[in-house]
């Protein structure tokens, strides 16, 4: 884990994911790395350990939902890691904080918002799905 951690830092990425040999590094903000690969190609999640800078609820059920075995994060949000208590996931992170910030902090990130009251990692995961199609429909 401490290599992912390090690559994460020292490359500026947003996450870095390794499985079975293979590390893949990622540079999109928010969730839209996390669903693609859990949407388009589960298989790396399975198993994965991840190093991410910051992990709301809403990437925390895309990780739970791909089957990852192990996170480092440097911020969690308190929401996450209810989630996360929920699975077999083991979590590090460098702080614990109340709620994710939006890009302009200037209120909550949208998806922690969004999946703020919802349960469990399968309800969430349509919420995500939606959000992201309305997004990359504008662009």
Not at 70 to 99: C, H, N, W
Not at 111 to 132: G, H, N, Q, Y
Request: proline share 3%; hydrophobic share 40%.
């Amino acid at each position: 884990m401490e290599e992912l951690i390090d690559l994460l830092h020292s490359g500026g990425y947003s996450c870095v994911i390794a499985n079975k040999g293979k590390v893949r590094t990622f540079t999109q903000r928010g969730v839209a790395d996390l669903y693609d690969l859990l949407t388009q190609e589960p298989e790396f999640l399975k198993g994965a350990m991840i190093a991410d800078k910051v992990v709301g609820k809403g990437a925390a059920a895309l990780m739970i939902s791909g089957g990852i075995k192990e996170l480092y994060t440097d911020i969690i949000s308190s929401k996450a890691m209810d989630l996360f208590r929920t699975s077999d996931v083991k979590v590090g992170f460098g702080q614990e904080v109340p709620f994710i910030w939006n890009r302009n902090h200037t209120g909550w990130c949208p998806v922690e918002t969004m999946c703020s009251e919802e349960k469990s990692a399968e309800a969430i995961l349509p919420l995500i799905r939606d959000f992201l199609e309305k997004i990359r429909s504008r662009k």
